[in-house]
């Protein structure tokens, strides 16, 4: 089977596809992300027989795979139109996946939990709605660690490395920017943009064991912490940094939301 890439995505705010923003956003702001994660399977190099979703939106003390064969919606949102609260993705779980997951972070002495009865939450169902909306793909789920520890994330992604050569797509699927207070306040975007700058500069280095020295130091960066006050949506891409072994990395989608910068970002692909 190809090799394919392992990736991390912004899943947008809230049920951000199905419902219009007022300023600073507006009806249309959505729309470049909406076409990127529409395309997103066409551009791998092989149909996924699977994928393996790490979301900022699930946290236990230690990494939980999903082993529920067919999981149910978790409305983890807050707020938002009624109709947003009836969406639906039915795509199956994958309990094999689950299990070979499981299997590979303990071979890296990962200790690593299952959950059997987890739906998916809204960093999943959103994007996968786009990515694929007949939810044709099994998607089986894995937990961050609570402490959000940026080199135990990436230590986790490198011992499932081996997924993307068994047609596992690998996605960390959180956002680039997430500051909540300051998205909604329309105010100076230069913050964001000078750590979008720094997150594109540190994922496209050359070097594997550089770029994943340079992640682990993220809150360093200009801009870091003003951009996440809470890492919870910046971790998944040391999952997706540590999967990618010494492939390189490339900025795949950038917009402004909100005059925010946010980027989603490919390694080996």
């Not at 983890?76 to 199956?92: K, N, R, W």
């Not at 894995?142 to 596992?168: C, F, K, N, T, Y």
Request: hydrophobic share 40%; glycine share 12%.
């Amino acid at each position: 089977m190809a090799r394919l890439p392992s990736l991390y995505i912004t899943h947008g705010g809230g049920p951000c596809f199905w419902m219009e923003f007022g300023p600073p956003f507006g009806a249309h702001a959505f729309d470049k992300l909406r076409a990127y994660l529409t395309g997103l399977i066409a551009g791998l190099p092989e149909r996924p027989k699977a994928i393996l979703v790490v979301s900022g939106h699930w946290e236990e003390d230690r990494p939980t795979v999903s082993t529920n064969p067919k999981p149910g919606m978790l409305f983890d949102y807050y707020g938002f139109p009624e109709h947003t609260y009836h969406l639906s993705y039915p795509a199956p779980g994958a309990p094999d996946l689950a299990e070979r997951v499981r299997g590979l972070l303990q071979t890296a002495n990962i200790d690593c939990g299952t959950d059997g009865t987890r739906g998916f939450d809204h960093g999943v169902f959103v994007p996968q709605l786009i990515i694929d909306p007949k939810a044709e793909i099994p998607v089986v789920m894995l937990s961050m660690r609570h402490d959000l520890d940026p080199a135990a994330h990436i230590a986790l992604g490198q011992a499932l490395e081996p997924l993307r050569d068994e047609g596992v797509l690998i996605i960390g699927s959180g956002s680039s920017y997430h500051n909540l207070r300051e998205f909604f306040s329309g105010r100076s975007a230069e913050a964001s943009l000078a750590f979008d700058d720094w997150l594109n500069e540190t994922v496209t280095t050359a070097d594997a064991e550089t770029r994943n020295a340079r992640l682990t130091e993220w809150s360093k960066a200009p801009g870091g912490r003003a951009c996440h006050p809470r890492e919870d949506h910046l971790i998944p891409l040391m999952v997706a940094a540590g999967a990618a072994g010494s492939d390189s990395g490339r900025r795949s989608f950038r917009d402004l939301l909100g005059g925010k910068a946010v980027s989603c970002f490919s390694f080996g692909g």
